[in-house]
């Protein structure tokens, strides 16, 4: 008998011919997330097992397991001999020693000579019979004893189901490249993305000097957080400082985000081009900000080729806080340092900008210079 964890996929069945490469995938990222514990996977039809882990350390594999997208459930649970002793034995040691109990029997392998009913009524009596205090209801049982009966001769027996994430495997949607900065909204952002499978890569843009060291850091471990979940462990960094000294010094007050915005976009779709991205993420939500109108974001998608996803478009701010929430970023957002966007804030910002006039603004502007520049100013921070 042996302990391990087991894992059911979700989502990765529907997908037929392609089911061997999403597997694959699966269990690259299930590796990936157990980093450095000890462990193995074996894959059993339709089921991952983590076998020879550090039991010392199973709490934390099942929170890393609990964030891997692509996981529909996952138990701690004991795999045995499928023989009915053997079953037994798991099952004295998964059961409680008292209140009320089921076994719930699933028949994995239909050759095995009883019924699941049957294998149940076995198990449910023996315990019944054991030195415990159970009794058994059927309809509204405190405890349930499920017992899977796999191939290959070998059973599972465990008490709980865990709901996973759901989702699909990161890694077999695309890559796009999500504009990270210290809020709240874009980690949420970047983690709808990851949850539909696709690999999101990280681009923070500063205004070192007027944006400090610990704004930086603050991105640095929203990165962290969110590679639970996305498996990426790499941050392109970006500085646009003399880009808003230039904004400020030459262009309508009134246009500083605006003009900002669509510089940030022209350098993150050539980075996403350099990375193999096919697409820009952000955490923008229809009219959240000034600049997040239809006009503010159809000025900023105006100077790429790139779609632009925006997962939140739709989200209320309360939604995506509850998310930011759960998933363990909002702490961190919330943390009070500058973003670059708050760097030359005007006191009102055009709501509304017009295409031609911000063109006419930005020929007052080296472009192609100031995005070069931009680019030349690029780190890569690995974690
Ligand atoms: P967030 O909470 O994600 O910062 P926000 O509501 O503060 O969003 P804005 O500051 O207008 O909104 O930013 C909109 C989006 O633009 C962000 O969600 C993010 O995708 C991108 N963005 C903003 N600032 C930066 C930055 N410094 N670096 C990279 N991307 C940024
Ligand atoms: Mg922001």
Redesign the pocket.
């Known amino acids: 008998m042996e302990k391990v964890i087991i894992i059911r996929y979700a989502e990765i069945h529907l997908k037929g011919k392609n089911r061997g490469y999403f597997e694959r995938i699966f269990s690259n990222n299930l590796e990936k997330a157990l980093k450095g514990i000890r462990h193995e996977i074996h894959r059993t039809s339709g089921r991952y097992l983590i076998a020879d882990f550090d039991e010392e350390r199973t709490d934390e594999i099942m929170l890393r397991v609990s964030k891997v997208f692509g996981v529909h459930s996952y138990s701690l649970g004991l795999l045995t001999e499928n023989d009915e002793d053997s079953i037994f034995e798991a099952a004295k040691r998964v059961a409680p020693q008292s209140g009320t109990f089921k076994v719930e029997t699933h028949r994995g392998d239909k050759h095995y000579p009883l019924t699941s009913m049957e294998i149940s009524a076995r198990i449910g009596g023996r315990l019944l019979a054991y030195d415990y205090e159970l009794k058994v209801d059927v309809h509204t049982p405190a405890h349930t004893v499920y017992v899977d009966i796999r191939e290959g001769g070998r059973a599972l027996i465990f008490g709980t189901f865990v709901d996973g994430l759901h989702g699909m495997p990161v890694s077999t949607a695309g890559r796009g490249l999500?504009?990270?900065?210290?809020?709240?909204?874009?980690?949420v952002?970047g983690y709808m993305m990851a949850k539909r499978g696709m690999t999101v890569e990280l681009?923070?843009?500063?205004s070192y000097p007027y944006t400090n060291e610990a704004a930086k850091e603050k991105v640095v471990t929203l990165s962290k957080l969110l590679s639970d979940y996305t498996l990426v462990t790499k941050l392109t960094t970006v500085s646009v400082t003399h880009i808003q000294e230039e904004i400020h010094k030459n262009c309508a007050a009134e246009l500083n985000?605006t003009l900002l915005?669509r510089f940030?976009f022209r350098i993150a779709e050539r980075i996403a081009l350099r990375e193999g991205a096919g697409c820009l993420?952000?955490?923008?939500?229809l009219g959240?900000?000034a600049?997040?109108t239809l006009e503010g974001l159809t000025s900023s998608n105006a100077v790429v080729r790139l779609p632009v996803l925006r997962p939140l478009i739709g989200f209320d701010k309360e939604d995506i806080v509850a998310i930011a929430k759960k998933i363990g970023t909002f702490e961190t957002?919330t943390l009070p340092y500058e973003?670059?966007?708050t760097v030359f804030l005007p006191d009102f910002p055009a709501i509304r900008p017009k295409l031609s006039f911000i063109e006419e603004e930005e020929k007052k502007l080296d472009i192609e210079s100031l995005v070069e520049e931009a680019l030349s100013s690029r780190e890569v921070i690995r974690f």
Request: with cysteine; proline share 3%.
């Open positions: 999500l504009l990270i900065s210290g809020g709240i909204d874009s980690p952002a681009l923070h843009f500063h985000v915005r940030m993420v952000t955490g923008e939500s959240q900000v600049s997040q957002s973003d670059c966007c």
